[in-house]
């Protein structure tokens, strides 16, 4: 299995447009010297929506935790 690493913006349009033309995943995966996996998570992302970009609100996002302050002396 190829080494760790993260498919930079110009690498995941090359993968969508290979995916586009019925290139296999496990080709794509090859070209790119990255694992399935990889590959299969962004065909997964593309198809639900149209978008191959990794967008910061796509995580979880933090609740913020409301905390009222009294003072002892009151």
Known sequence: MPPRRKLNEFERGRAVAWF???VPK???A???HVSISVIVR???RFTA???FRK?????DQRRQL???IVSLND
Do not use: F, N, S
């Open 20 to 22: 586009q033309d019925c």
């Open 26 to 28: 496990r080709e794509v």
């Open 30 to 32: 090859r070209r790119l």
């Open 42 to 44: 962004l065909m997964q």
């Open 49 to 51: 929506t149209g978008r």
């Open 55 to 59: 967008d910061a609100d796509l995580g």
């Open 66 to 68: 409301h905390v009222k």
